[in-house]
Structures are given as structure tokens and as C-alpha cells.
């Protein structure tokens, strides 16, 4: 894997060939190298960026600009993610709900697995869950602060020295899912605001080989939810243009506030597609890239470039249908 700048220096030769960063080398293939490590890529350094950006503001971006690699304009699907209740989602800038009105485990044609967290009755997150942890970070069932739904959450705590910090989903009744197509959902409270540096949230991977083959990792750099897949070979910003557009910022989490995120992820077709509040990101919608039929999947922080954060996860569900943000 690449550390230091590489990452961003990926991004850069896909997307602005002119960019170069400092103290990054980059082989005969054009692929950045740095040492080799089994850690994931750290991210550079950005300018600073607006707390808040509107999730429905980006995806309204002309979408046969740069970003739209599959040459086709991008709409919200009718039939997506927050539409399936015939209701505009409400949920401010950042896609945060508010616990009164939370509705943990919708009635969701295709519903495969649903927690909300309230039936644990220790700190340790209930079976199926289990944790994976390098370091000294936890994992514990929270009924502190205020939760999604319910009085329960799972908080994720990393500390500065501190690899991985995952809560992790292994369940055969639950994944693979049927035809390699499934939506994930999860409400994400972030205890600071978004890095720019790359870390992650949202982990997919065969759990016989974590961490390898076209594994995906959704979460931050640049200040911005992002996402690579295999490694560093593939990835998206959740806007394109950054590098060309004086880096403007993609889709931010507003610290402090629940904030719904549902993928798709298809390995047949392939398709990932990703939706903030029940808006779908189109420049984090991707028919090109590879994937695996993933029967794993882990929540937390996996810190690359750090700094460390605290994370907080509720109501999670997996359906092979949208299953949305109410």
C-alpha cells in the first residue's frame, strides 16, 4: 500500500495530470509509489474547507462534467433511497435526522437485517456483532449520548496510535446477499469534523481475506466522504473536480449530527452507488469499478492518516431493496 500523499497523487493523475505533489514519486506506469506497508494510504493535506456542504447541492452538479465517467447524466432514482415513503427528506445540509422522528427498522420490501442497538443489555455489542480491534481503541454499546433511535448506539473510540477500531458483521443468514446486490444503511455521528487526511468508516470485504481482493473502504479525505476500492487501484470523491475546481468541497458530515448514508453495492454489474440524507452523490456513483459478493462488513474507524475520532453508529440495516432514511 501507499502512505504519505500517494492517494491523493492517484486522484491527481486520473483527474488533473498537471497537479504535482511534493515528495511523492511516481513509477514508469504513472501509479504513485511509497514504502511498501500493509497499512492503508494516509491523505495530503487540503486547503480549508466549509463545515457543512448541501448533500442535494453536489448532486445537482451537471453530471456530464468531470466526475461522470459513464458518459450518462445522473438523476435521483425515483425509486431510490428516502423515496420510497413518497416524503421530501428534511434532514438539513448534512443529511442529519432527529431521534424524535427516527424510525429504526423500516418496513422495507427486501429487509435483510436491521439493529438498532436497544436489546443490548452489557457495553459489548450483541451477537451477530463482534469487534476487531489493533490497538487500544473501543467498541462499546453507548446509552450516554443521545442516540439515533432509542437510547442506544454504538460508540467507536480511537486513539491517536490506533490501526483499526471496527465493528464487525459476519453473518451467513445475512450476506452474501441474493443476486450479489444489497443496500447498506447506517446512521453516522461524527465527533469531529471530517479529516484531510484518509481514514475510514465503512468497510466491505470477504471475511476469509479482510482487507484484500476489490475491498472497499468509504470515508473521509480531503476533507470530504470519499471511497477506494482494491486497495488504492479505484477510487471516488464525492466531487471529481476537486483538483480542477479549486478545491471545492464534496459531501461533509456535520459533526455532532446523525447523518444517514446508504451503498449500493452490486458485484455482478458491478455498481456503487452512495446517497447522504436519501440524495444520491452522483459523483460516488460508479458502474467501473470491481467488486466482490462481500459477506462481511465492518463500522468504526480505520485510521490511515489519522487523527483519530470518535465515531458513533445507529440503526444499522442491509436489504436488497432501498431501504431509505425514515
Known sequence: MMLGCCFDLAFAALLAPLVVFPGCVMNNAGEAEGPATTAQTDGAPSA?????????????????????????????????????DGETEAEGASGATEAAAASPCPGSIGLLFCDDFEAATTSAPPPPWSTSIIGSG????????????????????????????????????????????????????????????HN?????????????????????????????????????????????????????????????????????????????????????????FPLDNYDSLRFGFEKYAGPAMDVWFDDIAIGTQPIGCQ
Request: proline fraction near 6%; hydrophobic fraction near 40%.
Open 138 to 197: 473501543t467498541v462499546t454499546v453507548d446509552s450516554t449520548t443521545p442516540a439515533r433511535s432509542g437510547t442506544k448506539s454504538i460508540h467507536v473510540s480511537d486513539g491517536d496510535s490506533d490501526y483499526d477500531t471496527l465493528l464487525v458483521l459476519h453473518d451467513p443468514a445475512v450476506l452474501p446477499a441474493p443476486m450479489a446486490r444489497f443496500y447498506v444503511r447506517a446512521f453516522i455521528r461524527l465527533g469531529a469534523a471530517m479529516s484531510a487526511g
Open 48 to 84: 480549508v474547507l466549509p463545515s457543512v456542504v448541501d448533500a442535494a447541492a453536489v448532486a445537482s452538479r451537471d453530471a456530464t462534467g468531470p466526475g461522470a465517467n459513464d458518459g450518462e447524466t445522473r438523476s435521483r432514482d425515483a425509486t431510490g433511497p428516502g423515496a420510497n
Open 200 to 288: 475510514g468508516f465503512v468497510l466491505a470485504d470477504l471475511f476469509a481475506s479482510q482487507g484484500q481482493g476489490n475491498d472497499l473502504r468509504l470515508g473521509e479525505d480531503d476533507q470530504m466522504l470519499m471511497y477506494t476500492v482494491m486497495g488504492d487501484a479505484h477510487g471516488a470523491l464525492s466531487n471529481a473536480d476537486y483538483y480542477n475546481d479549486g478545491m471545492l468541497p464534496g459531501i461533509q458530515f456535520t459533526p455532532g449530527a446523525w447523518t444517514c448514508l446508504e451503498v449500493l453495492l452490486d458485484s455482478k454489474a458491478p455498481e456503487i452507488d452512495v446517497w447522504v440524507g436519501g440524495t444520491e452523490v452522483p459523483d460516488l456513483h460508479h458502474k467501473d
